[in-house]
């Protein structure tokens, strides 16, 4: 009773919140914009704002992982391979042609999603553990190329003196705040582009397959196809960041993208909640800000993600900011989830009628 009781307590917090947000919707947004634009001149320190750029990198990954786990329903446990992949052929094509990060990012991009659809061709007829396990062996093929490929990965050594980002002759850095920027800009993209696949049809026909796949099949929908889709627009994504986080650090080894990188970018929707965009902003500024914040756990910081997410399930299973709407889809205008809610309950007490 007493565990139920916090249950009740935490969902009455989080709707709370949700509810002042819809009250108050514009004038949140605008605060929030004047925020986001101001923060560089906010803090100050070259030091918070590399860790706030990474929080912006770990929420791309985040929402292009949530589209594939959180919309779609399928379990992956190796994104990490396509952040790797965006970042060494964003790095390898810099250094060996010159070209500006401006178009080896987008070409990165282009080439994960090539690597998502040769993934997913041959495997996404899977489901469950079986792709959960699948997609694992991908992301250790991929750290084992980058491992052994020597001539052209650099082995362990991995490869550093990345290009900058430069734009009309100045280079992008912390220091100027052009990084920052940046990263706002290609976050700004993948949020846009991402809400707008989930409400449209192929949102749906993503939910549909998540909440049933057999019945998603019987009701015409092609869940191979969108099942393949979602993996690429998710590696997509998940290779852009690569390319800037390559970019921004100026090294990359093979260490950077093990399982461990999967796990946390999996934490972090979980732990903002499945289903949900704006969770994938507060579970990545939780556990990417959390190493700096308790320096003396670092070392037990991935012990302290578990405890974390198993507390997250026990009295929040949806995550934080899972589960605040109760439809599938978009509602037409002037109608409310608690009129849909009236009506069912009105036809289950008519059902209830008939049976009597």
Known sequence: MREKMEKVRLSGLMDKITA????????????????????????????VMRIVIMIGVYAILAQSLGLITGYAGQT???????????????????IQTGLSFFITAPVAAVFAALMGLALGLPTLR????????????????VRM???????????????????????????????????YYLMLVFLVITTVVIYNIVNSKVGRALMSIRDDELAATMMGVKTT???????????????????????????????TFTFDTSILI??????????????MFVGSALLISFPEVMRFL???????????????????????????KKTPYRLPKGVTEEAIENKEQRMKEMKAGWHI
Do not use: C
């Not at 992956?76 to 810099?94: K, R």
């Open 20 to 47: 002042f947000y819809s009250r108050y919707r514009l004038l949140s947004n605008i605060a929030l914009a004047l925020i986001v634009i101001l923060l560089p001149f906010i803090v100050g320190s070259q030091y």
């Open 76 to 94: 992956s446990l190796g994104h990490a391979a396509f952040y790797a992949i965006g970042a060494y052929t964003s790095a390898i094509i810099s």
């Open 126 to 141: 899977l489901s469950g553990t079986y792709l959960a396990i699948t997609t694992l062996g991908f992301s250790e093929f």
């Open 145 to 179: 190329v980058l491992l052994n490929w020597e001539p052209v990965t650099n082995g362990p050594l991995g490869i550093s003196r990345i290009p900058r980002p430069n734009l009309f002759g100045v280079d992008l850095i912390v220091g100027n705040n052009g990084l």
């Open 225 to 255: 196809y969108y099942k393949v889709l979602v993996f690429v627009i998710g590696a997509f994504f998940a290779g852009l960041a690569g390319a800037f986080y390559a970019h921004m650090i100026r090294f990359i080894d093979p260490n």
């Open 266 to 279: 999996l934490s972090i929707v979980i732990l903002g909640g499945m289903g949900t965009i704006k969770g």
């Open 298 to 324: 670092q070392e037990y910081r991935f012990v302290v993600y578990g405890i974390v997410l198993v507390l997250t399930m026990r009295f929040r299973p949806q995550g934080i900011l899972g589960g605040q």
